[in-house]
């Protein structure tokens, strides 16, 4: 069984950085695809970053792109999500996931709370 564990949420002042990370465990990981998804309150979860395992493709939704960076250890089985120049908007409870691609069965973590201060 796949199992996802966050970590590195937070508050921190906008203009501030934070960096989640989402160990990954239950199998090997070869041909997967990670992702990041927030929710914030009222609001649906939406797509954030995703990365691929094995050939490290990267891309980002527009209202990260430039701030946010995606990245993995493949000798941890870790996905990482340094955030810059948060935004109050960035507030939100993000989650990490995993599949094999479309169609396939997404794995979840439980989400981190970064909440971003004005």
């Known amino acids: 069984q796949v199992q996802l564990v966050e970590s590195g949420g937070g508050l921190v002042q906008a203009g501030g950085s934070l960096r989640l990370s989402c160990a990954a465990s239950?199998?090997?990981?070869?041909?997967?695809?990670m992702h990041w998804f927030r929710q914030a309150p009222g609001a649906e979860r939406e797509f954030v970053a995703r990365?691929?395992?094995?050939?490290?493709?990267?891309y980002y939704a527009d209202s990260v792109k430039g701030r946010f960076t995606i990245s993995k250890d493949n000798t941890k089985n870790t996905m990482y999500l340094q955030m810059n120049t948060l935004k109050p908007e960035d507030t939100a409870v993000y989650y990490c996931?995993?599949?094999?691609?479309?169609?396939?069965?997404?794995?979840w973590g439980q989400g981190t709370q970064v909440t971003v201060s004005s």
């Open positions: 239950g199998r090997t990981f070869s041909n997967d695809v």
């Open positions: 990365i691929r395992w094995s050939s490290s493709i990267t």
């Open positions: 996931a995993i599949d094999n691609g479309p169609g396939t069965q997404r794995y």
